[in-house]
């Protein structure tokens, strides 16, 4: 069973901190990796996509993914209320042959004005 | 932009009927999928489709149907609705590679009564 874990929440931080996501997968061979935001009530939006080891920035927000490690992160700088949101976690298994995605169960964020 | 258009943002049905969720997407994908998400649970894959016409059990498949007779429109169905089928559904679609994200619509809040 493919697995996606993402460091529970929820987590807190103040306006203007750097807010840090987790996420490790089990398969190995992932070759694509997703963070979504989804506010609440709504559906997820997808946000961040890196496929290589690295850095990966846009705009406040960083992904970093550490293929040796089976490690992804999100990182939002400066975050403000408007950031607040549960973010999800995806991965495409088996290399990149597989249609679907395997999700992790989302870390709730919350900033605090 | 992909917009996949789901054609209801809420709807109330009650036991025992047959309930139709349409999705449609404009950007020639592939891939469809149906998943439902409830609270704790994280998303749930319901059935995909890699084709028109073709299909795959997901992880919950017991009480749902689908179709996919046009390359651009997903069709879930409840055959005999039940109030624990009460959930936000959400249809995504990806492109055939399997390399890229899915791209969710904006859901249908589902309710049994």
């Known amino acids: 069973q493919k697995e996606v874990e993402q460091n529970s929440g929820p987590l807190s931080v103040p306006e203007g901190a750097i807010a840090s996501l987790n996420c490790t997968y089990s398969?190995?061979?992932?070759?694509?990796f997703f963070w979504y935001r989804q506010y609440s009530g709504k559906s997820p939006e997808l946000i961040m996509s890196?496929?290589?080891?690295g850095d990966k920035e846009d705009g406040r927000f960083t992904a970093q993914l550490n293929k040796a490690s089976q490690y992804v992160s999100l990182l939002i700088r400066d975050s403000q209320p408007s950031d607040s949101a549960t973010y999800l976690c995806?991965?495409?298994?088996?290399?990149?042959?597989?249609?679907?995605?395997?999700f992790g169960k989302g870390t709730k964020l919350t900033v605090n004005p | 932009d992909v917009k996949v258009t789901q054609s209801s943002r809420y709807l109330v049905k009650r036991t025992g009927e047959k309930v139709f969720l349409e999705c449609v997407q404009d950007?020639?994908?592939?891939?469809m999928f149906w998943y439902r998400q409830d609270p704790g649970l994280g998303l749930r894959l319901i059935y995909f489709?890699?084709?028109?016409?073709?299909?795959e059990k997901g992880d919950i498949p017991e009480g749902y149907s689908v179709s996919r007779e046009k390359k651009e429109r997903f069709s879930l169905i409840l055959e005999s609705a039940s109030t624990n089928q009460t959930s936000m559904y959400l249809c995504?679609?990806?492109?055939?590679?399997?390399?890229?994200?899915?791209?969710f619509g904006d859901g249908t809040r589902l309710s049994i009564l």
């Open positions: 489709s890699y084709d028109v016409k073709m299909k």
């Open positions: 890196i496929y290589s080891n």
């Open positions: 398969d190995r061979v992932s070759q694509s």
């Open positions: 950007m020639d994908h592939e891939n």
């Open positions: 995806a991965v495409n298994p088996s290399g990149g042959g597989s249609e679907k995605l395997v």
């Open positions: 995504a679609s990806s492109s055939r590679d399997g390399r890229g994200p899915q791209h």
